[in-house]
């Protein structure tokens, strides 16, 4: 299994609080990625990291915001939740961007927001 | 609009036959396809994948078809045990890491 560790495993917020959730790696991979999962949506991009310092948006990314500032750590950050970001978080590697570099997921944030 | 269509959100078989899940996609760019198992309270974690420029991929029990020009992609489990049972997601990517998941196909595997 890939070292990948996600904190908390699971939250309870209410509205306009602000959230972080943590990912670790012990893998040293330079790519990791923030998706959600909903039903009916399958899995969805947040944002991702190409680096330390190197981040973008994916095709979900209102209302979201990350931070690397070390190869192991990705943080996602809801500045002020709200009840739509209710879901299941999960973070994911790969050492590189290509397509043919799987992906290897964590086990998941289950996020609710009151 | 959903690039990736998975349009059976379950299947049930029974142990020992084959499982057969199905994924559309619209997208021609798309030239890398994967296949995702997950169970309750996990990650996903990968399966199998196949390239563009291949037709068929084979690992074990799992063997992925893709038929590019109807943009259809299936994945057969033979012979079908109860561990298999899972949400399967197929994913699609067109050179790069922006994978595009479906809704996933939850199977079930009845001893």
């Known amino acids: 299994d890939a070292g990948i560790t996600q904190s908390p495993r699971h939250k309870v917020t209410e509205t306009g609080t602000p959230v972080t959730l943590r990912c670790h790696q012990t893998e040293n991979h330079r790519y990791m990625y923030w998706y959600r999962q909903d039903p009916g949506h399958g899995l969805r991009l947040i944002h991702y990291s190409y680096g330390v310092k190197d981040t973008d948006k994916g095709e979900v990314s209102d209302g979201y915001s990350v931070s690397r500032s070390k190869t192991e750590d990705f943080l996602l950050t809801l500045e002020s939740a709200t009840s739509s970001q209710t879901s299941v978080y999960f973070c994911a590697i790969s050492t590189s961007g290509g397509a043919a570099d799987t992906q290897y997921f964590g086990p998941g944030t289950r996020l609710t927001v009151l | 609009d959903q690039q990736v269509k998975q349009n059976s959100p379950s299947l049930s078989v029974q142990e020992g036959r084959i499982s057969i899940l199905n994924c559309d996609y619209t997208?021609?760019?798309?030239?890398?396809f994967l296949w995702y198992k997950k169970y309750p309270a996990e990650g996903p974690t990968f399966l199998i994948s196949?390239?563009?420029?291949?037709d068929k991929n084979e690992d074990g029990r799992f063997t992925v078809f893709l038929n590019k020009s109807a943009k259809h992609l299936s994945l057969h489990i033979v012979p079908s045990q109860p561990g298999d049972s899972a949400v399967y997601f197929c994913a699609a990517a067109s050179g790069t890491y922006k994978y595009i998941f479906g809704t996933g196909t939850r199977l079930k595997v009845l001893a």
């Open positions: 997208n021609s760019m798309f030239d890398y």
């Open positions: 196949i390239s563009s420029i291949k």
